[in-house]
């Protein structure tokens, strides 16, 4: 695995099909899941995006379905929720992979975020995202704790893996991944044929880099960590003004006054 990468991506080409993690690579990250500030460049930027690549553009990301929408109303994108564990296509249809989550491990993540401040418990479609970003000193305690619970699961540790990222411990479905999600767009027609680019700045991210770079495209890593992404982005200032440079600007203004509108 690269420990650097190139610090300038190419240029976004208009036969590209975009894959956007959000947290960290759209939008700084919060104290909370749900403080997060969505800066005003980003939705109508987006939409022009959409509009240059003809649609094949999607959101993949930790958060469920809902939240990446709520975010970034009134903009509906083709978008993976859960870390795959739902998916919208191109069309809005949606799917869903279901499972049963291990009650022992979901229960030792809810009494650890009782018993100490600073823990938040995040429920999702499938699994589950314990963060501790307000108190980090209780990462490993999470991370080790939740791994006991995962083992003394019986058969769970088959079908369900425990995410470090950042200060996150996340409990997610084996069977789906972010790079899953990718090989299921590019399947579809809107995706098909085009040069695959994931751009992301976490763990979680990496299935979705190698997804995209298997299939003969490139990664961008956001900020600073191992990665295998052939490209890196300092930040997401940096994000922004690299989508800016790829997003025709009559059709930024456009959908800005669109949406004041």
């Not at 939705?43 to 990301?61: F, M, N």
């Not at 975010?71 to 279901?98: K, M, N, T, W, Y």
């Not at 088959?158 to 084996?174: M, N, Y």
């Amino acid at each position: 695995m690269r420990l650097t990468s190139p610090s300038d991506p190419p240029r976004l080409p208009a036969g590209a099909a975009l894959f956007l993690d959000f947290d960290g690579t759209l939008v700084p990250f919060a104290p909370r899941p749900q403080d997060v500030f969505v800066p005003a460049w980003i939705v109508p930027t987006l939409q022009a995006l959409k509009h240059e690549l003809r649609g094949a553009l999607a959101i993949i990301s930790g958060r469920p379905l809902h939240g990446i929408d709520t975010f970034l109303q009134p903009l509906v994108l083709a978008a993976a929720g859960a870390h795959g564990a739902e998916r919208r296509d191109a069309s809005g249809r949606i799917e869903q992979h279901q499972a049963t989550q291990p009650a022992g491990v979901v229960a030792c993540a809810t009494q650890l975020a009782a018993q100490h401040p600073g823990l938040i418990f995040e429920a999702k479609p499938s699994g589950f995202a314990l963060h501790f970003r307000l108190n980090p000193a209780l990462g490993d305690l999470c991370r080790q704790t939740l791994a006991e619970a995962l083992a003394e699961a019986p058969g769970a540790a088959f079908a369900w893996e425990l995410l470090d990222g950042h200060f996150v411990c996340e409990l997610k479905q084996r069977a789906v991944s972010k790079g899953s999600a990718v090989l299921a767009y590019l399947a579809e027609p809107t995706f098909a044929g085009r040069l695959p680019v994931f751009v992301g700045d976490d763990v979680t991210d990496e299935d979705g880099i190698r997804a995209v770079q298997a299939a003969g495209g490139f990664g961008i890593r956001v900020g600073a960590g191992q990665s295998e992404a052939q490209y890196r982005l300092a930040d997401t200032e940096a994000v922004e003004a690299w989508l800016k440079a790829a997003a025709p600007a009559t059709h930024v203004r456009d959908h800005k006054e669109h949406y004041k509108a």
